[in-house]
């Protein structure tokens, strides 16, 4: 299943918004991937906020969130660390 993690695409993209000057542009990252027979596009954050790597490891968590693995993988470690640590 690690395969459909790595399937996606990270890129940056320019955000045009109006302000009362006039116009401010931002940089910012954007990932996209197939969900169903569909592209999927999300916004990750400001480049000034993150790296390349961020935002990757970002995309990740958010694409195994929507394809439902995420949930089952954090609990099962959450749970084990909390044995751990208790013993």
Do not use: I, P, Q
Not at 15 to 38: D, I, L, M, N, P
Not at 52 to 57: D, G, K, L
């Amino acid at each position: 299943m690690s395969f459909w993690l790595e399937a996606l695409t990270v890129y940056k993209g320019d955000v045009v918004k109006k302000t009362k000057e006039g116009e401010a542009t931002y940089t910012c990252w954007f990932a996209s991937w197939r969900e169903g027979g569909k592209v999927k596009n999300v916004h990750l954050g400001s480049t000034k906020k993150m790296d390349e790597a961020a935002a990757m490891a970002k995309a990740r968590k958010l694409k195994a969130e929507a394809l439902g693995l995420e949930e089952r993988a954090g609990k099962r470690a959450k749970k084990r660390r909390f044995r751990l640590s208790e013993t």
